[in-house]
């Protein structure tokens, strides 16, 4: 079957940086996407990676490893408004994604 | 520009009853996918039509059915609905149907079934 591992909830500081994993396996990849989704509201792009490596996008940053099944997303400088779920989804040998269940990130002060 | 629109954004019905959800993608958009996303869990793929087509199909009953239009707009159809059918219905719209380019959500219909 497909699976996609993340965990359900983090808690971080203002200002500090937090790295949200994810693993998968999954019938092919084709790429695997971070989004921010807001209770009620709909999810939202944060990154796409399909090659190994980091790719940054100003505070967001996110990496993946192949080989390992494994992605990370970073946020740096946390604000009290990156308090979200964060979905990793992966996209299989069909381009259909797969999503995991979300990473509830609460941000304190 | 508008976003991809979706409509009605709430809606209580009735087991057994029947429910029609729209969406309209992003001008230039030809892709439409249909998800569910039950209360702390995350979006499970419904459809995905391109081009008016059906391109791919989720693990759901066949009392889902959906089509898409000559103007790329879609609606999903739930007959028979169940307590089980409650979520937030989202759609997705992308330029081409492997959403090389990234997928864009729309603000999602929630249903309640009573």
């Known amino acids: 079957g497909q699976n996609i591992d993340q965990p359900t909830e983090m808690t971080a500081t203002e200002g500090a940086i937090v790295q949200i994993n994810c693993t998968y396996q999954t019938s092919g990849f084709n790429g695997l996407f971070w989004y921010q989704q807001h209770a009620g509201e709909a999810p939202t792009f944060l990154s796409y990676?399909?090659l190994d490596g980091l790719e940054e996008k100003g505070r967001f940053s996110s990496f993946l490893s192949r080989s390992k099944g494994y992605s990370y997303l970073l946020l740096k400088e946390l604000q009290m408004k990156d308090s979200a779920s964060y979905l990793c989804?992966?996209?299989?040998?069909?381009?259909?994604?797969?999503w995991g269940a979300g990473t509830k990130l609460i941000i304190k002060p | 520009d508008a976003g991809v629109t979706q409509s009605p954004t709430h809606l209580i019905k009735t087991r057994g009853q029947q429910v029609t959800l729209r969406c309209s993608p992003i001008?230039?958009?030809?892709?439409v996918s249909w998800y569910q996303q039950v209360l702390g869990q995350g979006p499970q793929f419904i459809f995905q039509y391109y081009e008016k087509e059906e391109r791919g199909r989720g693990n759901f009953p066949d009392r889902f059915s959906a089509r898409q239009f000559p103007n790329y707009s879609s609606e999903l159809n739930v007959n028979a609905l169940l307590l089980g059918d409650s979520a937030l219905y989202l759609c997705?719209?992308?330029?081409?149907?492997?959403?090389?380019?990234?997928?864009?959500f729309g603000s999602g219909t929630r249903l309640t079934v009573v």
């Open positions: 990676n399909v």
């Open positions: 001008s230039g958009h030809k892709s």
């Open positions: 997705a719209s992308s330029l081409e149907t492997h959403g090389i380019y990234g997928y864009t």
């Open positions: 989804a992966v996209r299989d040998s069909n381009y259909q994604l797969i």
